[in-house]
């Protein structure tokens, strides 16, 4: 048993608190949309890191749209090896497995596309819309409030990319964070306020799923530059643990992040980027088809 709230009224049984907020695959399916309603949905209430467990169901055989949701993470994982603070109730963690057959040089398409369906999911069931730093951070009044970590489970030698997990970490209520990312991250909500975070996870799966199905055909990636929050900006970038400087001046057609340089353009796939105070920069630029 998990202890759940539960309320009495005379004559009318009882059941649970209204405002409980515990995640539940029956709850989830409740938002979804017809079509993804049958999907699996795996529930922990604590879990070492949703990505792993998604991980060993899909190599399985988990089907597209497979999901595993935690209260609560251990050893949370973002990208380049650091780690996602998931305190318990206090956030949504979850992994969804997605088989998208693409090439691999579009791979990074997978990444963007899951941050604009995170915050078209936000948008949708919250009224606040996030903006994106590349390639996959949403922030909200200056501070990060998610972070997507998307992750192969395919063959080497394969030349397409046949499955990969995207682990999604969003903070819906404020907590009481580690003193080194105090200054950096936010939440959607300063403290609980009747928001279901059910609601929530299923828009995300929504529209994660939906979005897979048009990959290819690359027209969210005009949303993702209306999202973005360096776009024209002059920021920093990581390369072979080396900042350089750089001015962020498009997203292009595979999700790749066009700068400009003192050695001139070039296009990252990859890497860390911050914004570096100054001045903003605009130039115009279109990708040769």
Aim: aromatic share 6%; charged share 20%.
């Amino acid at each position: 048993m998990e202890g759940y709230a539960v309320t009495a009224r005379t004559r009318k049984g009882y059941g649970l608190a209204i405002d409980l907020d515990i995640l539940s695959p029956e709850s989830i399916r409740l938002h979804l949309v017809p079509e993804y309603r049958p999907l699996p949905i795996t529930i922990r209430k604590s879990t070492g890191s949703t990505n792993e467990d998604a991980k060993h169901l899909a190599a399985a055989g988990a089907v597209h749209g497979t999901m595993v949701l935690a209260e609560e993470q251990t050893v949370g994982r973002g990208r380049l090896g650091r780690s996602f603070y998931s305190p318990n109730g206090c956030g949504i963690y979850m992994s969804v497995v997605l088989r998208p057959k693409l090439r691999l040089t579009d791979a990074v398409l997978i990444t963007t596309a899951a941050a604009v369906a995170v915050s078209r999911a936000i948008e949708e069931t919250t009224g606040i819309s996030p903006q994106i730093k590349w390639v996959n951070d949403l922030f909200v009044g200056g501070k990060k409030i998610c972070g997507i970590l998307t992750e192969s489970v395919n063959r080497f030698e394969s030349s397409c990319v046949e499955c990969v997990v995207v682990g999604i970490g969003i903070n819906v209520v404020a907590a009481d964070l580690p003193g080194e990312i105090r200054e950096t991250a936010g939440s959607l909500f300063d403290q609980k306020s009747g928001f279901s975070r059910n609601h929530l996870a299923a828009a995300v799966v929504n529209h994660l799923l939906g979005l897979s199905e048009m990959l290819t055909d690359r027209s969210f990636l005009e949303e993702y530059r209306r999202r973005s929050m360096i776009l024209g900006k002059s920021i920093r970038f990581l390369e072979n643990s080396v900042w350089h400087d750089a001015v962020a001046i498009a997203v292009d057609s595979s999700g790749g992040l066009v700068i400009q340089t003192a050695e001139g353009t070039r296009v990252l796939f990859f890497g860390e980027v911050s914004v570096r105070m100054g001045t903003c920069f605009s130039q115009s630029y279109q990708e040769d088809c």
